[in-house]
């Protein structure tokens, strides 16, 4: 599985980080920040059979923050990417 972008991303965390992949994300005035994801055909056909997804969240000891993990499309259609 690895993030990829996406047409609604106005962001990259951790570029310049090389021990962290780079997360393409979009990023809202409110906080809220999507990436997107893709899945191997293994991993597609283990989620398929299994209905499991874990979900590791690096916290640093610091409060956990919501997090939703979805399949649907997150954003309404006549959203346009932020320049």
Known sequence: MKPIKFPEMNCTY????????P???YKDDKG???SCWQLTIKER???LFTGKLWLSC???NKPL????PMT???FTKHEKKKT
């Open 58 to 60: 690096l916290t640093f």
């Open 32 to 34: 809220e920040v999507i």
């Open 45 to 47: 056909i283990k989620l």
């Open 14 to 21: 951790a570029e310049n980080q090389a021990e962290y992949l």
């Open 23 to 25: 997360l393409p994300a």
């Open 65 to 68: 923050q919501p997090l939703l």
């Open 72 to 74: 649907e499309y997150p």
